[in-house]
């Protein structure tokens, strides 16, 4: 898989991605979101321009996803399983685990998944019934690109899509 089509939802034009102006306390940090899941991407899309009254917009790029994988600091989560949890519970926490990384791909911590994941944050569940009900999940997926440098050179935009 050298090259791979991943798009971010949103309501702008997005052709100069940046990896430090979202939000802190995201599942991967605070960095650039994509993903190669275009249904994923046009809900996002569409949730974003419900909450904020615009039109959902689909920016599409290419990923030289076998060249970040070599050459960058990278995580990548195959499952719902405790080293996601426990990741995303501490990103969510405020403790910066995506300083050590580049480049964080994986599940979303999503409509799905996330009443398992607050019930856990907040106590209400132990870590062998969340693991539990995260496993009857096929995990989403999503890409953090996180190093300024290594998007302006491996994510190159490929066109936007009025939804």
């Known amino acids: 898989?050298?090259?791979?089509?991943?798009?971010?939802?949103?309501?702008?034009?997005?052709?100069?991605?940046?990896?430090?102006?979202?939000?802190p306390n995201l599942d991967f940090g605070q960095?650039?979101?994509v993903t190669d899941i275009r249904e994923q991407a046009v809900s996002w899309a569409t949730q974003m321009a419900s909450r904020k009254s615009a039109s959902p917009v689909l920016n599409r790029y290419i990923l030289k996803r076998e060249a970040v994988l070599k050459e960058a600091r990278c995580k990548v989560f195959t499952a719902y399983d405790r080293e996601?949890?426990?990741?995303?519970?501490?990103?969510?926490?405020?403790?910066?685990?995506?300083d050590?990384?580049?480049y964080i791909e994986g599940g979303v911590a999503n409509d799905r998944v996330v009443d398992t994941v607050n019930l856990y944050m907040a106590g209400l569940m132990d870590i062998d019934t969340a693991l539990r009900r995260l496993s009857e999940h096929?995990?989403?997926?999503?890409?953090?690109?996180?190093?300024?440098?290594?998007?302006?050179?491996?994510?190159?935009?490929?066109?936007?899509?009025r939804l």
Not at 142 to 157: A, G, S, W
């Open 1 to 23: 898989m050298k090259d791979v089509i991943v798009y971010h939802g949103g309501t702008e034009v997005v052709k100069h991605p940046a990896c430090k102006i979202g939000r």
């Open 31 to 33: 960095g650039f979101y």
């Open 84 to 98: 996601w949890l426990e990741f995303i519970v501490a990103s969510r926490q405020g403790q910066h685990v995506a």
């Open 100 to 102: 050590n990384f580049d």
């Open 138 to 161: 096929q995990p989403n997926n999503q890409m953090c690109l996180l190093n300024q440098e290594l998007t302006d050179k491996n994510l190159i935009f490929d066109g936007t899509e």
